[in-house]
């Protein structure tokens, strides 16, 4: 036991050290000396308000209940921060643009700056927040009364009566002077509170090494004493259930999981540290880990903790209180104050940051536009409204207190820490649905959200509120016990006849799944007013849009001199002197009134909304600003400019890469056009030459047959017969080309059928002997025996064997000339091989050899044999019979040819054939 | 890794962890064992979180340095 004088002065002196932490951090952020403040260990430091003494104390107690259930508290808000970059990065990223400052204020944003939804988000977060605060108070106040009495083990819950002797009621009038003092000095420029922050994050620290001091403490000294061993030995059945997860919770822990994972971003105080507080959107990068290892780490001692007390404490103990009384137990009373300390550290960064958030959503949600719509403050009057805003703070500080305390005096004796913090849990949750449907889903509207949460809240207070009211005291059993209307259906905890279901989850369902099912269809069957549209789109869009392109903004005209008057009343003179004359000399303009642009008037808004939140920034302005009336054409226009600015640079971008492609294309098609021109040419003048060499002969020779008359007999006969041999070769060469025309415009008849390829060849060879033998060319062909059935013009593939082999034998200048074929059947193809040993065909030529613009041509067709043709036209024949023909090889020391045709399908040869083959 | 597959893991790690922390995966550990003392439960829970913060805390550097080298101009910037 402690004096309490000693624990009252060791939490006075505690205090007024955050304070003046506090209050050296602002000077130091007004002189601009952020450095560590703005860290980002300090960042995910002040996240870790999230752990209050319902951690420090509940989880615990929670865990001596139920086991390892307490971890899902801390494993929901690991999930958003491990999953950081899809919903916090986007929450902060749109806060900062807009420049919001609470949660309130950015679901009324999202939802064209309505000021409906956020006075019900701000009234949803008070009625939420009560038992929340109740359970710090109550934390605080039981943790007191159990280290300064004289039996420190016992419940000690119930507070005592009348307001002076109840413990509670002064850690509540503490707690509202200390936030006073702490959180309302100044309206801040925005709604950052860097003395707050920083004070926060100290006292994450305390409790954590509170936490851990304790745990130490269980681990290493008392592990000893007759308890279970925490890291050896037996678990006693007494313990037992603290080691597995009973069966029937399993909804429980999927519920809480889910529950706390949302609370991450929906409690108030939780959306002003992560979001509105967040200096840096990269302090995100550290806090994603960081801020789950500190989770990590508070929740590391807890069941050895709530071992040591259900083992060393007697059985009557309070389990919320063991992190307490433990070491008040085994004699270490310094430690115990240390384990004090951090239990208020957690319930005062809790207080202090949750009435602060409140406050601001009060005054700027509630009071303000109140008393701007009675016109109690005129938009004109030139009073100062940032007293006024002081004010409404200040008491509403003491409201939420007040009605925190409210709730621990007539129910919180009845409950555990940990339900008294479900309820609130389940009550924030319902801001779930519109704040994230509002940053991804943009058809989402006014009247969704706002019936989403109207539902979500109504049912959530009958169904858990009310119970817990009930529980604790409230006159109010008989609506507990027999549902509004007497209606048995409509008990609170059993809805629609839903028995059997965990309270929470019951809760939880009804509540989150009405609240859901109406935003949904309320949004689908509604349409969104022209604000609305513009600001969903800057919500959903916000990563679309690049900060260096215009914002889409209303097109309004207003008097500079309004606008100023206006701001320096909210933001006061230093400020607005500031903003305004950065504007005007970003516009170029002497003095310090800027031109009021609707860009500008939007700024203005924007920095207002900043003191008194967006909808009654929106309100004041829009009594000053005058514009047309604006339609959904006009909201629409706006943000099809920029969209349309963005897609149309897009799609140049994408024509210039396909024209710069298109023009590749045409240069290289224009050079294949230019050479084949010039080979056409080419052709032209050549054919031209070896028409004209027969012509000539046969002009001259006929002219000597008519102008000379003594002509003999026998000269005669000759003239006329180099005559006839010309013709006729004028006449070949004419019908191959015309052959070749024909055969490239496929206006030849073929007549295909399936044939023996080899025997083809053999024919070919026999009429070739003769000329073989003239120019003593050995032929060879390796014998065959089987036959190469393909479909083809036995005659026009005969012409193609004669072509090749008459080249061969002709251009053979060898001593000992040899042409040698053979065929072989590979892969449902037969493949001739004509190899000679003759000179080789000249590497220019090989290119073009099979052209009909070969240069090769010409050269051959001075032989009385051919026109040079023969190559062209061969291969024409083999692509029409789906063949091939190619040169394989060629050197001095002969050429290979190959003609390559496809088996017939019709025919295949018998397997005892091939095998005879074999 | 490549860096678009770093870039998945955005949603990839966080829908993995939500998949091992929950029902029905977390039940396959709800067994009355002990690992050096420590319940199986409580021991697969505090691992499986240690080892998605050291994850986070990867890919957050990852992400971090490509976002500040995408942020660099494509000159020196005198």
């Known amino acids: ?918 | 890794m490549r860096s678009d597959g770093v870039s998945d893991l955005k949603w990839a790690l966080p829908a993995a962890l939500v998949i091992l922390l929950m029902p029905p995966v977390l039940l396959l550990f709800d067994r009355p064992m002990l690992i050096g003392g420590i319940p199986l439960l409580h021991a697969y829970l505090f691992l499986v979180w240690l080892v998605f913060i050291g994850a986070t805390a990867w890919l957050a550097r990852r992400l971090f340095r490509d976002e500040e080298s995408a942020k660099a101009p494509p000159w020196d910037g005198n």
């Not at chain 1, 001596?64 to 902060?92: C, D, H, M, Q, S």
């Not at chain 1, 419940?155 to 936030?179: E, I, K, Q, Y």
């Not at chain 1, 010039?678 to 002969?697: A, G, Q």
């Not at chain 1, 593939?797 to 002709?810: G, H, P, R, T, W």
Request: hydrophobic share 50%.
């Open chain 1, 1 to 918: 036991m402690l004096e309490p004088e000693v624990i009252v002065a060791v939490a006075a002196l505690y205090l007024g050290g955050l304070f003046l932490l506090a209050f050296v951090s602002d000077r130091r952020a007004e002189r601009g000396r952020t450095g560590f403040i703005r860290s980002p260990i300090v960042y995910t430091l002040s996240l870790a308000v999230y752990c209050t003494s319902w951690t420090f104390y509940g989880a615990v107690g929670s865990a001596a209940r139920n086991g390892v259930e307490f971890a899902t508290i801390y494993i929901g808000p690991t999930f958003v921060f491990v999953g950081w970059w899809l919903l916090l990065r986007k929450l902060v990223r749109i806060s900062r643009n807009q420049q919001l400052t609470s949660i309130a204020d950015f679901v009324s944003a999202r939802y064209g700056k309505s000021s409906a939804i956020s006075a019900v988000v701000t009234l949803i977060a008070i009625v939420a927040i009560a038992p929340y605060i109740a359970l710090q108070l109550k934390a605080v106040a039981t943790s007191f009364e159990a280290i300064a009495r004289p039996s420190p083990f016992a419940d000690g819950t119930a507070p005592r009566p009348g307001f002076l002797s109840d413990t509670g009621f002064w850690v509540a009038a503490c707690m509202a002077a200390f936030v006073i003092l702490f959180g309302t000095r100044k309206i801040g420029a925005d709604e950052s509170h860097p003395g707050v922050v920083a004070a926060i994050a100290f006292e994450s620290m305390v409790k954590l090494l509170a936490l851990v001091g304790v745990g130490v403490l269980v681990v290493a000294g008392l592990s000893g004493e007759g308890m279970p061993g925490v890291f050896s030995g037996e678990w006693s059945p007494k313990v037992a259930h603290l080691a597995t997860l009973a069966q029937s919770d399993e909804t429980r822990w999927i519920a809480i999981s889910f529950l706390s994972a949302a609370a991450i971003v929906c409690l108030p105080r939780q959306f002003q540290v992560a979001v509105v507080e967040n200096q840096d959107e990269r302090h995100l990068f550290t806090a994603a880990w960081l801020f789950p290892l500190y989770l990590l780490l508070i929740s590391l001692f807890v069941v050895p903790i709530a071992l040591a007390g259900m083992t060393l404490l007697p059985v009557g103990a309070n389990p919320d209180l063991y992190v307490l009384t433990v070491p008040l137990a085994a004699g270490y009373e310094e430690l115990a104050i240390l384990a004090f300390i951090g239990g208020l550290s957690a319930a005062t960064s809790m207080v202090i940051l949750s009435s602060i958030a409140l406050s601001i959503m009060i005054s700027n949600h509630l009071i303000t536009p109140l008393l701007l719509r009675t016109r109690l403050i005129e938009s004109t009057s030139d009073s100062d409204l940032s007293q006024t805003v002081l004010f409404i703070r200040r008491i509403s500080i003491v409201a939420i207190l007040a009605l925190g305390y409210l709730y621990y005096r007539t129910t919180a004796g009845a409950n555990g820490l940990a339900s008294i913090g479900l309820i609130s849990f389940v009550g924030v949750a319902q801001f779930l649905p519109a704040l994230v449907g509002g940053i991804y889903w943009r058809r989402a509207t006014r009247d969704g959200a706002l019936s989403g949460l109207v539902i979500g809240f109504v049912v959530w207070a009958y169904t858990l509120l009310v119970p817990s009211l009930a529980a604790g005291g409230w006159n109010i059993g008989w609506l507990v016990e027999h549902g509004v209307f007497d209606l048995d259906v409509l008990r609170p905890t059993a809805l629609f006849g839903l028995h059997g279901w965990d309270p929470l989850v019951h809760s939880l369902f009804w509540s989150f799944g009405a609240n859901l099912t109406a935003y949904i269809f309320v949004s689908i069957f509604t349409s969104q007013s022209p604000i609305e549209r513009l600001q969903s789109a800057l919500f959903v869009d916000v990563f679309d849009r690049s900060p260096a392109s215009a914002e889409p903004v209303l097109p309004r005209s207003a008097r500079a001199e309004d606008l100023y008057r206006l701001s320096e009343r909210i933001l006061g003179a230093e400020r607005t002197a500031s903003v305004f004359e950065a504007q005007a000399m970003r516009q170029g303009r002497p003095g310090r009134l800027p031109l009021p642009d609707p860009q500008f008037i939007a700024l203005v808004e924007r920095q207002l909304a900043s003191g008194i939140g967006a909808s009654s920034a929106g309100l004041m302005v829009s009594r000053i600003a005058k514009g047309e009336p604006i339609a959904v054409d006009t909201v629409m226009a706006l943000l099809d400019e920029t969209r349309e600015a963005i897609r149309y640079s897009r799609e140049l971008e994408r024509k210039s890469v396909e024209l710069e492609r298109i023009a590749g294309e045409l240069r290289d098609a224009n050079e294949k056009l230019t050479q084949l021109d010039k080979m056409k040419d080419d052709f032209l003048s050549r054919v031209s030459h070896e028409l004209r060499t027969p012509m000539t002969s046969i002009r001259s020779f006929a002219e000597l047959l008519v102008h000379e008359d003594g002509l003999d007999e026998a000269r005669a006969q000759r003239f006329v017969a180099i005559i006839d041999q010309e013709s006729r070769r004028l006449t070949r060469l004419l019908d191959e080309i015309l052959d070749l025309n024909r055969m490239e415009s496929g206006q030849i008849n073929w007549n295909m059928e399936t044939i023996d390829a080899a025997q083809v060849l053999q024919d070919a060879i026999a009429v070739m002997t003769g000329l073989a033998e003239r120019c003593g060319v050995r032929l060879t062909f390796v014998p065959v025996t089987w036959p190469a059935h393909v479909d083809a013009d036995p005659d026009r593939l005969k012409q193609v064997f004669v072509n090749l082999l008459s080249n061969a034998i002709k251009f053979n200048t060898s001593a000992d000339p040899f042409v040698r074929m053979s065929f072989s059947v590979q892969d449902g193809r037969v493949d001739f091989r004509i190899v000679d040993n003759g000179p080789g065909i000249p590497s220019e030529d090989r290119a073009h050899l099979f052209t009909k613009f070969s240069r090769a041509w010409n050269e051959r067709a001075g032989d009385a044999k051919g026109s040079g043709l023969g190559l062209a036209i061969s291969l024409q024949i083999m692509r029409v019979f789906g063949g091939d023909i190619r040169l394989v090889s060629t050197g001095p020391t002969g050429s290979i040819f190959s003609v390559t045709l496809p088996v017939s399908h019709r025919h295949t040869p018998g397997p005892e054939i091939v095998d005879a083959a074999k």
